[in-house]
């Protein structure tokens, strides 16, 4: 199960603090994933040499903002799935119960400040039924590149050929840290300090993002992909088994041999990201 975040830095309490009191991210910026059009869809999958070619992957995680399309399409057309399909947002304070998440809780999924925040807190079924949908959305558009695609999460196997670790290491980076030697910071993850009594504490802030971050905002992999590493843990086609790590992970626990596992409910650590396979060309 995915560690439980614990408070022990001064830093981090304060940061927390004041992302409570101040409820939400001002700046407002949409990621070019947020549409559903057929051109943009294309637009943000890519290639990956390796893999077969007709599989494709998508730049990004998926963001609130694609989320929320999706759901208002089944609260107008399907209730019951609409319930199934919708994000959870008391996971904050049920996995996080002593720490400051009340704001999270309150405006991740619904305030527009966040639409290009990775979309987190759904169930392994709801990820499907996304692809199921989307699946049906592209292959209905007059205008697409593809005549038929079906959209899908990545085979682990799969999911670890497109973050393109370097040869004979477990990062897309030189290096088993979470930041390169001339310490620019390559995802957003968790970092481990001592302090001044000699323990050893978790530190957020140092990459910037004391939570998830907007995608796309750390160096992209060979491939072209963002945030494989870190951000938020991706589901994989095995139910319960997520790859990447997140936010709240160390470095070690983000390699690409590494696994994190995720309840049914869903989890603040964990979203997904899209794979396309060409059916028909």
Same mark, same amino acid.
């Given at each position: 199960?995915?560690?439980?975040?614990?408070?022990?830095s001064?830093?981090?309490?304060?940061?927390?603090?004041?992302?409570s009191?101040?409820?939400?991210?001002?700046?407002?910026?949409?990621?070019?994933?947020?549409?559903?059009?057929?051109?943009?869809?294309?637009?943000?999958?890519?290639?990956?040499?390796?893999?077969?070619?007709?599989?494709?992957?998508?730049?990004?995680?998926?963001?609130?903002s694609?989320?929320?399309?999706?759901?208002?399409?089944?609260?107008?057309?399907?209730?019951?799935?609409?319930?199934?399909?919708?994000?959870?947002?008391?996971?904050?304070?049920?996995?996080?119960?002593?720490?400051?998440?009340?704001?999270?809780?309150?405006?991740?999924?619904?305030?527009? &400040?966040?639409?290009?925040?990775? /979309? @987190?807190?759904?169930?392994?079924?709801? +990820?499907? *039924? $996304?692809?199921?949908?989307?699946?049906?959305?592209?292959?209905?558009?007059?205008?697409?590149?593809?005549?038929?695609?079906?959209?899908?999460?990545?085979?682990?196997?799969?999911?670890?050929?497109?973050?393109?670790?370097?040869?004979?290491?477990?990062?897309?980076?030189?290096?088993d840290?979470?930041?390169?030697?001339?310490?620019?910071?390559? &995802?957003?993850i968790?970092?481990? /300090? @001592?302090?001044?009594?000699?323990?050893t +504490?978790? *530190? $957020?802030?140092?990459?910037?993002?004391?939570?998830?971050?907007?995608?796309?905002?750390?160096?992209?992999?060979?491939?072209?992909?963002?945030?494989?590493?870190?951000?938020?843990?991706?589901?994989?086609?095995?139910?319960?088994?997520?790859?990447?790590?997140?936010?709240?992970?160390?470095?070690s626990?983000?390699?690409?041999?590494?696994?994190?596992?995720?309840?049914?409910?869903g989890?603040?650590?964990?979203?997904?990201?899209?794979?396309? *396979?060409?059916?028909?060309?």
């Open positions: 199960m995915m560690h439980k975040l614990k408070i022990s001064k830093l981090m309490l304060l940061c927390i603090l004041i992302t009191i101040l409820g939400f991210t001002v700046r407002r910026v949409v990621r070019p994933n947020s549409s559903i059009s057929s051109k943009q869809i294309d637009k943000n999958f890519v290639k990956i040499p390796v893999l077969d070619k007709n599989l494709l992957c998508h730049k990004y995680e998926l963001t609130n694609n989320y929320k399309v999706f759901l208002d399409h089944l609260r107008k057309n399907d209730t019951a799935l609409y319930e199934q399909c919708m994000y959870d947002s008391l996971n904050w304070s049920r996995i996080y119960p002593y720490s400051y998440t009340s704001s999270l809780m309150r405006h991740y999924h619904s305030n527009s &400040a966040y639409g290009d925040y990775p /979309i @987190v807190n759904i169930q392994y079924s709801a +990820a499907l *039924e $996304y692809c199921k949908w989307l699946t049906k959305e592209y292959n209905s558009m007059k205008k697409r590149t593809y005549q038929k695609v079906a959209f899908r999460l990545p085979t682990e196997e799969e999911w670890i050929v497109a973050t393109s670790c370097l040869p004979g290491g477990k990062l897309p980076w030189y290096g840290k979470g930041y390169t030697s001339d310490l620019k910071y390559m &995802a957003n968790k970092f481990a /300090i @001592v302090e001044a009594e000699g323990r +504490a978790p *530190e $957020y802030m140092a990459d910037k993002a004391l939570y998830m971050n907007r995608v796309g905002e750390y160096p992209m992999n060979a491939n072209g992909l963002f945030d494989m590493i870190g951000n938020v843990a991706e589901m994989v086609s095995e139910e319960g088994k997520a790859k990447g790590g997140g936010w709240n992970s160390f470095i626990e983000c390699y690409a041999d590494q696994s994190q596992k995720y309840e049914g409910w989890h603040p650590e964990v979203g997904f990201r899209l794979f396309m *396979e060409i059916i028909e060309p």
